[in-house]
């Protein structure tokens, strides 16, 4: 057993104050990216001495915080904090922050949708492939104009992780596991507008002329739930359809 005396203390706490403060963020920056608790054990970094104080209140660190670790949990037990927690890191550029927010502003504060895309925006541009794929469905055919559709492509092939090439088919394969969590980040966000139980799936009305007339095109591949398409603009289509029919009706009226 090792007896940490007052002096041992007092040279240790010296030590870290010596810390330079990029060592510093250094240090709360790799708590923030690797901790399975990066908000909790952040908060007693903060407490350990000024100098960790000043390192987590930096940018970087703010950036770095695996916020997806603790946010499922913190969301329903402390829910005032985990907004103030959401706001503070979105602040600081966290991708997942930002996407959390810009769902919030998109689907609940119709005043507030172009901040929300925004930051949806910013979250895409850190890699957040999710964030990606709802502001690609936000800005599409939104009545915006031609400027938008072109991004909104752009964000769909960033998703999937291609590249454009002639005659190539469209697949939808990484839409699809994005598209799940988007629902479920919008039902989390909007709990309290849905009037429909979670399970609940609703079908929107088609338009004949978006419907495609290529054969094959959207047909769903055995086994599989992803399908190929013709055109970038037929998957893109397919995806608000399918995205927005699988929010609560009171929801998807709201946005669309």
């Not at 603790?70 to 996407?99: I, Q």
């Not at 397919?238 to 995205?243: A, S």
Request: proline fraction near 4%; charged fraction near 25%.
């Amino acid at each position: 057993m090792v007896v940490l005396t007052r002096s041992m203390a007092a040279r240790r706490a010296s030590l870290v104050h010596a810390l330079p403060h990029d060592m510093a963020v250094e240090i709360a920056g790799h708590v923030a990216a690797t901790s399975p608790t990066p908000v909790a054990d952040l908060g007693s970094l903060r407490a350990s001495c000024r100098a960790m104080r000043a390192a987590c209140g930096d940018r970087d660190v703010g950036r770095r915080v695996a916020l997806e670790r603790e946010a499922g949990a913190m969301r329903w037990s402390d829910h005032e904090r985990y907004l103030a927690v959401v706001g503070s890191l979105s602040g600081a550029g966290n991708p997942e922050a930002c996407f959390l927010a810009g769902v919030a502003l998109a689907f609940t504060q119709p005043q507030r949708a172009r901040p929300g895309v925004e930051l949806l925006g910013r979250a895409a541009k850190a890699g957040h492939r999710v964030a990606a794929y709802v502001r690609a469905l936000l800005l599409y055919d939104g009545g915006a104009g031609a400027g938008d559709e072109d991004d909104a492509r752009r964000l769909i092939r960033q998703v999937e992780g291609e590249e454009v090439a002639a005659g190539q088919r469209w697949s939808n394969g990484e839409c699809v596991q994005c598209r799940a969590q988007a629902v479920e980040a919008v039902r989390q966000a909007t709990w309290r507008m849905a009037e429909l139980p979670a399970s609940a799936v609703v079908a929107l009305p088609e338009d004949d002329a978006d419907r495609c007339a290529v054969k094959g095109c959207g047909e769903t591949e055995a086994w599989y739930e992803w399908a190929a398409f013709c055109s970038e603009n037929c998957r893109i289509r397919h995806e608000r359809g399918m995205f927005f029919s699988q929010l609560p009706l009171t929801v998807a009226n709201f946005v669309i």
